[in-house]
């Protein structure tokens, strides 16, 4: 069997998955978004004016990385303070876990590898001391948006990841903290904050579109 030369593109997952939003799912029809996915980590892919933004270095849009409190906790990166480092899967569970042992009564054990998942089954079921990590989760996330915000000023964001799925326990807190520290309220107006629609197939559908929008970029070229 004889197969022709196929061009490949290598590109961020999160970038791909706020393309494949963009082209596919909750971001269609928008110019300007803001794609975030909270589970392990904190990932991100901004949409300007119709184009992925990747800037200079093709480093663009780290948003997990957007530095909230110099002397927070450490990110993943080995930095301190970044959004990524306060509201992702794995700084709830780090921190629920640290204040658990430090003596903070819940129905939650520190042992054995507490996860996001069990802290909001823990919230659900009434534990104040989970809801309140959720709550400390949603308070930092909405900073770091309202920064998102003052610096694109999209006409949607678009949430993914599992963290993302618990609804009001992180959102609450979220849009609270993103209306007290936004810079202007126009920046709210007319603001759509939606779920991700394509799910795990979002970076996915994202790559497949932006390998055709590069081979038709490159067949214009010849």
Known sequence: MLFRSVPAQLDNDANMAGFGEWTFGAGKGHRSLVYLTISTGVGG????????????????????HMLIDPNGPPCGCG????????????????????QIQAGQKSSLQAGGGLTAAQIADAARAGDTFAISTFARAGYYLGIAVANYLAVF?????????????????LFKSFEES???HIFHPRYLDNLSVAQAALGDDSGLLGALAWARLKQNEGARAQ
Do not use: W
Request: net charge negative; proline share 2%; hydrophobic share 40%.
């Open 45 to 64: 892919g901004v949409i300007c004016n119709d184009m992925l933004l990747q800037g200079f270095h093709g480093l663009g849009a780290e948003l997990g």
């Open 79 to 98: 930095k301190n303070g970044h959004v990524e480092s306060f509201s992702s899967g794995t700084a709830i569970a780090r921190y629920a876990t640290e």
């Open 153 to 169: 000023d999209p006409s949607i964001i678009i949430f993914g990841g599992g963290v993302s799925q618990v609804g009001d326990l």
């Open 178 to 180: 993103l209306r007290t």
